[in-house]
C-alpha cells in the first residue's frame, strides 16, 4: 500500500471536510453534518497553537485525517489529544486507519509527547482504537452538563 503522510494544510479542510462529513453520517453516529460545519469543526480544531493536523493520502488524494492538540503539564509531560481521526468509507479496512496512528505515533514520540488520548463514542470506534494497542483509561470520567435541559 503506497501511502503518504504529512501535515495538514488549509488548502486540504474542504476535502478533509467532506471526509469528516461522509464518516459521521453512517452509523453509530448517523448524523448529518453540512460542509459549514464540518469546516468549521476543522478550522477551530486546528486555530490554537498547540493544535496539529495530518493527512494521508493515496495517489496524491486525501483519504484520512488525524486532528487535535498537545496538552501540556508539569514535570514536562504532555498528551496529544485526538480530536477528529477520519478515514474515507473507501478506504476503511484496509489499514490505512492504523497506519496513519502509527504515523502520528511516530511523530508524537520524536516530539516527546508521553500519550495519545481521544473519547470515542460506538462499539465499532472503541473496537477499532483497542485493535490499536489503545486501552480503556481509567485517569478520570467523562461527565456532561446539558445546558438545554437547565
Not at 478506504?91 to 490505512?96: A, I, K, N, R, Y
Not at 486501552?135 to 467523562?142: A, E, P, R, T, Y
Request: aromatic fraction near 12%; hydrophobic fraction near 40%; glycine fraction near 8%.
Amino acid at each position: 500500500m503506497d501511502l503518504n503522510f504529512r501535515k495538514i494544510k488549509n488548502e486540504d479542510y474542504p476535502v478533509c471536510a467532506e471526509i469528516l462529513m461522509a464518516a459521521y453520517k453512517g452509523a453509530p453516529w448517523n448524523n448529518t453534518w453540512t460542509k459549514k460545519e464540518a469546516l468549521l469543526r476543522i478550522e477551530a480544531t486546528m486555530s490554537g497553537f498547540n493544535s496539529r493536523g495530518y493527512v494521508v493520502e493515496k495517489n496524491d488524494e486525501i483519504i484520512g485525517m488525524c486532528l487535535g492538540r498537545i496538552d501540556y503539564y508539569f514535570s514536562e509531560w504532555s498528551q496529544f489529544c485526538i480530536d477528529e481521526f477520519n478515514v474515507a468509507s473507501t478506504h476503511q479496512g484496509s489499514g490505512v486507519g492504523k497506519n496513519l496512528l502509527k504515523f502520528i505515533s511516530n511523530v508524537m514520540k520524536s516530539n516527546k509527547i508521553n500519550r495519545i488520548f481521544l473519547i470515542t463514542g460506538g462499539e465499532q470506534a472503541a473496537k477499532f482504537y483497542k485493535n490499536s494497542g489503545f486501552v480503556k483509561s481509567n485517569d478520570g470520567i467523562m461527565m456532561a452538563y446539558d445546558l438545554q435541559n437547565d
